[in-house]
DNA sequence: TCTAGGATCGGCT
DNA sequence: GCCGATCCTAGAT
């Protein structure tokens, strides 16, 4: 498992970092882990995509101001909800966006909460298509990942990601952060 | 209180 | 490729 000190660090190096690793999700329902193969950087209040840009501090981002390691899920849209890890730490609130990955194991399981009729590859495609496979909603929002014990850790990819296997991107869904939007934040796994 | 808009998804053309 | 669903969040009043 990762331990607090990963993402204590900062945000693009964790954001990289994460490529290849799993998401691991324990909980009664069915255990399911992803292999990381996309994410994006949020770089705090002085990013104008970011949710605490300009030091915005509310009950929804409250989890990015705390200590890092911990998970922060918000609903997007009414109706899906995102997964970020939340980086550096005390009082800086930045976070990483986990935007895909891949299925490693229960597959099945992620299946049956995906519904039946989804393409294997879109599986888990998508931050809301992510949060659906691993069962993650809002309540998981202020999630310790450090804890051995949760329902939800990361742990170090098997093998290891090299730099010329990663794409540098913009990000998504974010035109309204003006020139911010073009900001190279976006890593994804070359496929 | 009210209102505009969103770090998306999936079905349809 | 286009478009509607759907409702929470944050800022304005």
């Known amino acids: 498992m990762l331990p607090r000190g990963f993402y204590q660090r900062p945000t693009e190096q964790v954001a990289l970092d994460l490529l290849g690793c799993l998401l691991v999700r324990t909980i009664d329902d069915g255990a399911v882990a992803v292999r990381i193969t996309e994410v994006e950087a949020y770089l705090g209040i002085d990013d104008p995509a970011c949710h605490t840009f300009g030091g915005r501090r509310t009950a929804r981002t409250e989890t990015m101001w705390g200590e890092a390691g ?43 909460r995906r519904g039946p009729r989804i393409a294997a590859a879109a ?11 691993l069962a993650l909603t ?42 911010a939007a073009t900001w190279p934040l976006r890593f994804r796994l070359r496929r």
């Open 138 to 179: 809002t309540i998981d929002d202020g999630a310790d990942l450090c804890d051995p014990g949760a329902p939800l850790v990361i742990r170090d990819g098997v093998t290891p990601v090299g730099l010329e296997s990663v794409e540098r991107l913009p990000r998504v869904g974010v035109d309204y952060a003006g020139s």
């Open 70 to 112: 911990f998970a922060y899920v918000y609903l997007i849209y009414g109706l899906h909800s995102c997964l970020n890890v939340v980086t550096v730490g005390n009082d800086v609130p930045e976070a990483v966006l986990i935007r895909g990955g891949e299925p490693v194991m229960g597959t099945p399981t992620i299946r049956r």
């Open 123 to 133: 599986l888990t495609d998508g931050p809301g298509k992510l949060c659906q496979a």
